[in-house]
């Protein structure tokens, strides 16, 4: 496997559980022991009640899309040349949370919003898994 020339993400005490996840193919997130709701990205307080408490659980990994963008020209330079066209999305998880991902496996033409979707892990590299979300 070639090195990943791409940026990656810098876990933290924060995210490396959901970044763990990813790479055993599980896409966690955390839940408030305060509230209960869900929330990604991962912090250290709830937005919605303040509880520092929460665990990890792992989503379903069904959504719906919310909205996306598709790339279709390429700028010299660009370490994405190769990718495109490509679509980057936010997806509505079933658990409440708003995920910013790419839609992969389908013609991005047919993206549409609403349209359900499911997720699926790049591994990019022996360290770096990326969630990505497919047609369901
Ligand atoms: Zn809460």
Known sequence: MTAYQKPVPAPDADSAPF???CREHRLLLQQCKGCG???FPAAQFCPACRSDAA???EASGRGT??????????VPGDIYRDDVPYAVALVD????VRMPTN???CDPRYIRAGMAVTVTFDDVSAELTLPKFRPA
Not at 65 to 74: E, M, N, Q
Not at 93 to 96: I, K, Q, S, W
């Open 19 to 21: 970044w763990r996840g």
């Open 37 to 39: 709701k869900f929330r």
């Open 55 to 57: 665990e990890w659980l």
């Open 65 to 74: 899309v919310y909205s996306w963008i598709v790339v279709v020209h390429p």
């Open 93 to 96: 998880l079933e658990e409440g």
């Open 103 to 105: 839609i992969i496996g």
